[in-house]
């Protein structure tokens, strides 16, 4: 581990920082130098006393090594090295300049994005699917089926790289049938609760279809922002058990149904109604995307990673280049990209929208009509009928970009970025967005007053002439000193005497009830100490009006105690102060279903009946 730059000798590896340490293992970025002056950079996965003298966990992690080992794909993390080093055991694997899919979809909802959109979500769960048909057919060297099964597919096990390519890792936990090792360890329930399959939780064995499942409730996520089953353990496992499951036009009611039908045959109660394998699903997915989203470029991945990183990579001196057309884009999933002046902005679901209405309705994936759902996509389609429909396509869209749309009156093109973003942006005094954002300014020659706000930074302002609109503006807001402490009020005791009791609890009663909401979340806090280290940061950030980083706290608190009521109250608020209408109603909406007398629940309420008033 690094301190100050230097760096630890772990046997021939170069400890260079500790990423992260989860109950059982304890994880490094390390050097590993090849010859003199050429060395890669990798990961180096340690385990944690006491469980290195646990025989039945260092037998599950070396069973991890040779799974891993024997896995080479490129949607794969790759395992090339294991063994013990100072009485510790290890396994050195690839290192993946990116993020989980976890922190991708987090960062997406603090950019005022609620979901993905629907192509570049199936565009990401096609590649997963590749990576775990490699592992379920994988043999031994003797041709034997290994029967693998990864069984904790989760966002925090889907890795992407700034490049935009996609790697499932941790097979710490998967079944094998590898000689000496029982099939499967009975009444033994391994993975993340809201990522189990049925069979998971009546802790039955396990084929593929059951990892098919849990990447159906990735794909779930992606779409909807949302699980299929949300609550306590207990209730979600008894939901998952007996197929009680939100569908997916419950949160995003302008989703192409086809596709919705995809995921609820992935998420089937019975596994002989699913996709017979990840093979399946992925050819399934593809065809959708075939018909439904025949352009989508395949760089989009790419430039959504540097978009909601782009602070990240400029630190270590890797400033990306988001082109333009994309941040356009960009303004249309997150609601920002109506035109100026409108009152009511897009919702993100408008990109599912969009693209179901790209090719006919009536067109339904082969998967889901007759005969096997690997049929090869498009058999049966008459080779002159795809070249007509490519062609079609190709006519209009390039049509549409070099032809003048003489219907709307021209206009230019104004991004608008700020460091920190996340900061309120208006035109003429009239809130239009969020940064990062693209403006829509019409051809003229009147000029506009453009402000920037963020709470706890001094506004900004400028004047933008119609006549003249430049192509980006790039502000960086200055932080307002903290406010001097009031003094302490100098109080008659006679007038104090004559105060109504009324006006004075009005005056003295706070904005948010702490010493309540400390008191509801000192249970969970106890039984998990690092969320609650989490949740108390994000109270302490969000009162110093640093909204965005009170957010990533409250989401880490989240990711550890997915029950914290708190924390879904602090993002209620992260919400509001950000106007992020979809943060805040489903932070409050959270916080209620798990405290409805909590001190907070007043406050919640009143937030959610203004918006079902409007």
Request: glycine share 8%; with cysteine; net charge neutral.
């Amino acid at each position: 581990m690094t301190t100050g730059g230097h760096t630890t000798r772990f046997g021939k590896y170069e400890l260079m920082e500790r990423l992260g340490a989860g109950g059982m293992a304890v994880v490094h970025r390390a050097r590993f130098t090849v010859a003199e002056g050429v060395s890669r950079s990798v990961v180096i996965k340690r385990v944690r006393d006491p469980y290195a003298q646990d025989p039945a966990f260092v037998q599950m992690f070396l069973n991890e090594a040779r799974i891993s080992m024997g896995l080479s794909h490129g949607n794969i993390v790759q395992v090339f090295d294991f063994g013990q080093e100072e009485g510790e055991y290890f396994l050195a694997m690839e290192w993946v300049d990116g993020q989980p899919l976890s922190k991708v979809l987090k960062r997406s909802k603090m950019k005022g994005m609620p979901h993905l959109p629907a192509p570049l979500a199936v565009q990401l769960m096609v590649e997963v699917c590749k990576g775990l048909h490699h592992a379920h057919t994988r043999r031994d060297e003797q041709g034997r089926p290994l029967g693998l099964v990864h069984r904790d597919v989760s966002p925090d096990n889907v890795l992407v790289s700034y490049e935009g390519e996609v790697k499932l890792t941790d097979f710490g936990i998967a079944k094998a049938q590898l000689a000496g090792r029982p099939e499967t360890d009975a009444g033994v329930v391994r993975g993340k609760y809201l990522y189990l399959s049925p069979e998971q939780t009546r802790a039955e064995a396990l084929d593929a279809r059951s990892d098919v499942y849990t990447a159906g409730v990735v794909l779930y996520e992606l779409l909807t922002g949302r699980r299929p089953t949300e609550g306590d353990p207990g209730s979600v496992m008894e939901r998952i058990a007996t197929g009680d499951l939100t569908p997916t036009n419950a949160y995003v009611p302008d989703l192409d149904p086809s596709l919705g039908a995809l995921v609820s045959r992935a998420l089937a109660l019975r596994r002989d109604d699913r996709f017979t394998s990840a093979e399946d699903f992925q050819r399934a997915l593809a065809e959708w995307l075939a018909y439904r989203a025949p352009l989508f470029p395949a760089s989009t991945l790419r430039h959504l990673m540097a978009w909601l990183f782009e602070e990240e990579l400029k630190l270590v001196g890797q400033p990306p280049r988001i082109p333009e057309s994309f941040l356009r884009q960009v303004a249309v999933w997150t609601g920002e990209g109506s035109p100026l002046g409108s009152d009511e902005p897009e919702r993100a679901s408008s990109v599912h929208r969009a693209h179901a209405t790209a090719f006919p309705e009536e067109h339904v994936p082969g998967a889901l009509v007759g005969g096997s759902p690997a049929a090869d996509m498009g058999a049966g389609v008459p080779g002159w009928v795809w070249a007509a429909v490519i062609a079609a396509a190709v006519l209009f869209f390039v049509g549409r970009a070099v032809m003048p749309d003489l219907s709307e009156p021209r206009s230019r093109k104004l991004q608008v970025v700020s460091s920190p973003p996340g900061a309120e942006v208006r035109w003429d005094g009239k809130h239009v967005g969020m940064t990062p954002t693209v403006l829509n300014v019409a051809s003229g020659e009147d000029a506009h007053k453009l402000e920037l706000r963020f709470i706890g930074y001094q506004p900004w302002a400028t004047t933008v002439s119609q006549a003249a609109v430049p192509e980006r503006v790039q502000v960086t807001l200055e932080r307002l000193p903290p406010p001097p402490p009031p003094p302490e009020p100098v109080v008659d005791a006679r007038v104090k005497d004559k105060e109504s009791q009324p006006e004075a609890a009005a005056r003295k009663r706070p904005t948010v009830n702490v010493r309540g909401e400390a008191r509801d979340a000192t249970g969970w806090m106890s039984q998990s100490p690092d969320a609650g280290a989490a949740y108390t940061l994000g109270q302490q950030l969000l009162v110093a009006g640093k909204a965005l980083e009170a957010g990533e706290k409250f989401w880490k608190c989240l990711e550890l105690k997915e029950t914290a009521a708190e924390c879904h109250l602090g993002l209620g608020r992260v919400g509001v102060m950000t106007d992020r209408d979809s943060m805040a109603r489903e932070g409050y909406e959270r916080y209620l279903s798990l405290r409805p007398r909590g001190p907070g629940a007043a406050e919640a309420r009143k937030f959610l009946n203004a918006k079902t008033a409007r």
